[in-house]
């Protein structure tokens, strides 16, 4: 089946320590997203990707890095700079579509990543 | 002023009611409209997504969009409990660049029995 699959489900770190955040597409997306939801709360953009070997920052970035050296996989590490890591962890994914047609695609999420602190 | 909001709620319908769910946004220039539904402890799923004035429906569903007025809205009609749900609306702001999305905090919808 085509899809987004984020692992682990469920995520404890210590402090101090650096955790990676699996994400992986089938559906030949272009761009992938990673987004942090707190309670409550919408979602923020941590960093995205439009294509291979190349990335951007979004609202939130310090204390968290990603790669992009295929198109299937959008890895997420948290650093031990990232003071308040506990959150709810979403990746997403969209098509690229014709001409334009990138700004009207929409993005399909994972089912996500908790993370929590020991 | 936020970039894109949402009333908290909860807004509560009895079942079988129509749910209308309003979001605004900032940026005039914004192009395309997205509503997700959020199940507690899921993920956000695509509802519908709208890029002209007017109304679109699909099934129980409606989103209508203002773009003079900058708002666009969700109706739910026969609204079931399982509709019970967070829905965020996401906004593709001109501003924003390339295809990011920026996101309401959600209004959270009750039907109730």
């Known amino acids: 089946d085509g899809g987004i699959t984020q692992s682990p489900k469920y995520l404890f770190r210590k402090e101090g320590q650096n955790v990676t955040l699996s994400c992986e597409q089938n559906l030949n997306h272009d761009a992938m997203y990673w987004y942090r939801q707190d309670p409550g709360q919408g979602l923020r953009l941590i960093y995205y990707?439009?294509?291979?070997?190349?990335?951007q920052k979004g609202d939130i970035a310090e204390g968290y890095s990603v790669s992009r050296e295929k198109k299937e996989s959008f890895p997420l590490t948290v650093t031990s700079a990232q003071k308040n890591p506990t959150a709810f962890y979403l990746c997403?994914?969209?098509?690229?579509?014709?001409?334009?047609?990138?700004?009207?695609?929409?993005?399909?999420f994972g089912d996500g990543t908790r993370l929590s602190i020991l | 002023q936020k970039e894109v909001e949402q009333n908290s709620g909860p807004l509560s319908v009895p079942e079988g009611a129509i749910a209308s769910l309003n979001c605004t946004y900032s940026d005039r220039g914004s192009q395309s409209f997205f509503w997700y539904r959020q199940y507690s402890g899921k993920s956000p799923e695509l509802i519908m997504s709208i890029y002209s004035n007017g109304d679109k429906e699909d099934g129980r569903f409606t989103a209508q969009l203002n773009k003079a007025s900058q708002y666009v809205s969700l109706l739910i009609r026969d609204s079931q409990p399982s509709d019970s749900a967070t829905y965020l609306c996401a906004v593709r702001l001109l501003t924003g660049g390339g295809n990011k999305l920026t996101f309401g905090t959600g209004t959270q919808l009750k039907v109730e029995l």
């Open positions: 997403a994914s969209s098509s690229k579509g014709a001409g334009n047609g990138l700004l009207n695609q929409p993005q399909h």
């Open positions: 990707s439009q294509i291979v070997n190349d990335f």
